[in-house]
């Protein structure tokens, strides 16, 4: 364990912790990390990685493992009332990456991995250690620890430079500090299972689609082959108290919608819940910052929930890192809320509306789900366009930060990506701009064929010269969680000048 003064104090060792926690490991940060809980969770909970989190967890030596122990689901079998649909998932706008998947896997794996990870980086999490308290002054925060077990004369103080509130929903972090957590809650419960379930093809995720809204069955692998999601038959809550919904209660949900063709048996987790659509007024206040659920909690439709977290994560730990080596200059703390605050809101719009429609009760959506749907589901899955635009968005690899005050353009025509690609991909890109992820592609390094993502893994800035087939050449200043913070075409002066004036400014 670090010894006190520490520079960040970790609260919560959910994904999003954890994932901040390696980061700042490998930039050599001094931390620790807290959870109030004894374990980490053994529920599936979140079930799926987008393309962009692996991504970005691949620059932290977590994908491999998390690709291994993952499943890959390549479709969805949409069941309407007379024929079964294959929707493709994922096919199509997603070029420019080594992961163009949906990858499913529980929480509890990704956690597990994430805390092995951090484990080989000589971190351990300090658990049953729970936040009561945190006051912060110019200089650094003071946070009081309770150690499970004993009482508030035991409690521990701890002085960090800089805390971060990676606890969930009901973050202690945000209470402290603050700051609203507006928003609302869904009026439906919802049911979830995970067990083995006959009548089922293997290999594809499942939508059956009714007046009454949908029923989902993804293809989750462990602690149990599927995954169900569906809308409880009644809105009346379950008292306090009262046992988990039982297997043959989801069953009865199940045959409402499948007639009876599919059976369930071994659950290994049922529950029911309520889902909230809230977002943090502000993701920072001082030296205090929020990250992941703590921010923003949506609906899980698109899948998006835990991937947001992962992400404001690796957005914000280079940003600590370099304000604790006093690099970067006193604005760059403050791009963390510029930069991920529109993604969480962004987030909960496009988890919110295709949430409405499926769960929806108003006559006119019910019709439009059981009996429009059959119709338009067929064209709307040839629509080439409109699903690589999709893909794109839900596997957040469309996310950028191109009004952020550290995206740069330097002089010179834009660059399109195609030129750059040999033209081996039909890519959408119309030319990469200061604030756009940098696009991965196959490149020859060190005579070895590797990615581009691979040769500038890991948490650092990467000046990159790409030569153009026409001779020309394009210049690209990666950020260290993969987005250009500054570009320029051709070899010129001014370009460079820009360059040194960003670097001055940024870097340090
Ligand atoms: C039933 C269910 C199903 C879900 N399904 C999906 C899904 O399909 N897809 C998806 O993307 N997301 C899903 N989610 C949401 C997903 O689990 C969260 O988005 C994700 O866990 C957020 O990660 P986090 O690290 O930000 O917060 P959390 O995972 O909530 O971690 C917060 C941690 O902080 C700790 N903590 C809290 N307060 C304190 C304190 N005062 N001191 C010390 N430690 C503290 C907690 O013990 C916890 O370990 C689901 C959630 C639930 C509950």
Redesign the pocket.
């Known amino acids: 364990m670090q010894r006190d003064p520490i520079d960040v104090l970790i609260?919560?060792?959910?994904?999003?912790?954890l994932t901040l926690a390696v980061q700042l490991a490998l930039l050599g940060v001094r931390i620790r990390i807290?959870?109030?809980?004894a374990d980490?969770?053994h529920?599936s909970?979140?079930?799926?990685l987008q393309p962009r989190s692996l991504e970005v967890l691949a620059g932290l030596g977590v994908t491999d493992g998390l690709v291994a122990a993952g499943n890959r689901a390549v479709q969805v079998k949409l069941h309407l009332r007379d024929r079964v649909l294959s929707v493709p998932l994922f096919d199509l706008g997603l070029e420019d990456t080594e992961y163009p998947y949906l990858l499913f896997l529980s929480?509890a794996e990704t956690e597990r991995l994430l805390e092995e990870r951090l484990a080989g980086l000589g971190i351990t999490v300090e658990r049953q250690?729970?936040?009561?308290d945190l006051t912060q002054d110019a200089g650094s925060v003071t946070a009081v620890l309770r150690h499970a077990g004993t009482g508030p004369a035991a409690d521990e103080t701890v002085r960090a430079a800089y805390a971060v509130g990676?606890?969930?929903?009901?973050?202690?972090v945000r209470r402290i500090a603050g700051i609203p957590f507006k928003g609302s809650t869904y009026p439906q419960t919802f049911l979830?299972a995970d067990a083995e379930a006959d009548g089922l093809e293997r290999g594809a995720a499942h939508a059956f689609a009714s007046a009454k809204g949908i029923l989902l069955f993804f293809p989750l692998g462990s602690p149990a082959t599927w995954r169900l999601l569906a809308i409880k038959r009644t809105t009346a809550a379950r008292p306090p108290g009262a046992p988990e919904a039982t297997l043959d209660e989801v069953q009865a949900a199940v045959d409402d919608y499948t007639g009876g063709t599919v059976r369930l048996h071994d659950a290994a987790w049922i529950?029911e819940?309520r889902i909230h659509l809230r977002a943090a007024a502000r993701y920072r206040s001082g030296r205090l910052f929020l990250?992941?659920?703590?921010a923003h909690?949506h609906s899980?439709a698109g899948?998006?929930?835990?991937?947001t977290?992962i992400q404001d994560a690796v957005n914000l730990g280079w940003k600590l890192a370099q304000a604790l080596a006093g690099t970067g200059g006193p604005n760059l703390l403050d791009t963390y809320q510029a930069e991920r605050q529109p993604v969480g809101k962004a987030v909960l719009r496009l988890s919110n509306r295709p949430f409405r429609i499926a769960t929806s009760l108003n006559p006119l959506v019910r019709f439009a789900r059981s009996r429009v749907s059959p119709v338009v589901a067929p064209l709307a899955a040839k629509a080439t366009w409109g699903r690589a635009r999709l893909f794109r968005t839900i596997s957040e690899l469309g996310i950028g930060y191109r009004r952020s005050a550290l995206s740069v353009n330097g002089p010179g025509p834009r660059v399109n990506w195609r030129q750059v690609r040999w033209g081996r991909v039909k890519s959408r890109h119309s030319g990469l701009r200061a604030g756009d992820r940098l696009p991965d592609t196959p490149v020859v390094y060190e005579g070895e064929t590797t990615t581009l993502h691979r040769v500038l893994a890991g948490p650092a800035w990467h000046l990159l010269h790409w030569r153009l087939p026409d001779g020309g050449a394009a210049h690209y200043l990666v950020r260290p969680d993969g987005y250009i913070g500054y570009c320029y075409m051709g070899d010129n002066d001014e370009g460079a000048a820009g360059l040194a004036e960003y670097l001055n400014r940024w870097v340090g």
């Open positions: 609260v919560g060792a959910g994904p999003t912790g807290i959870d109030r809980s980490r969770v529920e909970r979140a079930l799926a929480q250690v729970e936040l009561t990676c606890d969930g929903a009901r973050s202690a979830l529950t819940f990250a992941g659920d703590a909690v899980p899948a998006q929930g835990m991937n977290g």
